[in-house]
């Protein structure tokens, strides 16, 4: 049984106001009880036999497992790495470090992680590649498309219209810009110590 994050909106938030905030928490908690109820329907074991690539119950079990499980996960990083608000909102040195040896500046880095979140329709992320030691700016469209085997989230940003169009409507430029001025990179830098 997967356990919800009992996540709270704080004053540190800066980039979403608790409306906003809110109505995401509630798709967040949906991605929870939809992997707890496949998990249970997967004890089962159910249609094992029939199970096929074209269509089958068992392949949208699969295929939602991936999916919900990922929903959680992901929403669950997002979550944790906002509120920088508090004057936290500078990379720490070593997260500097290697952004700098792998984009060239912060500044690069920055630039290509905007552009990143606008060409994608679902996540933009910041991940530490352990198969090549660096870092990379991914595009996810959807949970469960796009991501990078063997590597781990460092900054987390959802994109999909749901995560700002109560505030923002079609504005995403400036709800991505917000983001970046409300990053917590403290939980960047533990992220990035564990490298
Ligand atoms: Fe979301």
Redo the contacts with the bound molecule.
């Keep these: 049984m997967i356990k919800r994050v009992n996540f709270q909106y704080t004053e540190d938030i800066t980039v979403v106001n608790r409306e906003q905030f809110e109505v995401?928490i509630r798709?967040y908690d949906g991605y929870v009880n939809k992997i707890n109820e496949i998990d249970g329907i997967l004890q089962n074991k159910p249609g094992r036999e029939e199970a096929n690539a074209t269509f089958s119950f068992y392949r949208e079990c699969k295929r939602g497992e991936t999916f919900a499980l990922n929903g959680v996960i992901l929403?669950e990083l997002y979550f944790e790495n906002l509120g920088g608000g508090g004057g936290m909102n500078t990379p720490n040195p070593s997260v500097t470090e290697q952004i700098e040896m792998d984009f060239g500046s912060y500044a690069l880095w920055k630039e290509d992680f905007v552009a990143t979140a606008k060409a994608s329709r679902g996540w933009a992320i910041l991940i530490y590649d352990q198969r090549s030691y660096r870092l990379r700016n991914i595009s996810l469209d959807s949970h469960d498309l796009g991501n990078i085997a063997y590597s781990a989230p460092i900054l987390v940003l959802?994109v999909?219209e749901?995560?700002y169009f109560l505030q923002y409507a079609d504005k995403k430029t400036e709800y991505i810009n917000r983001f970046m001025e409300d990053i917590n990179w403290e939980v960047v830098g533990q992220r990035m110590g564990i490298y």
């Design positions: 995401h798709l929403h959802d999909y749901h995560a």
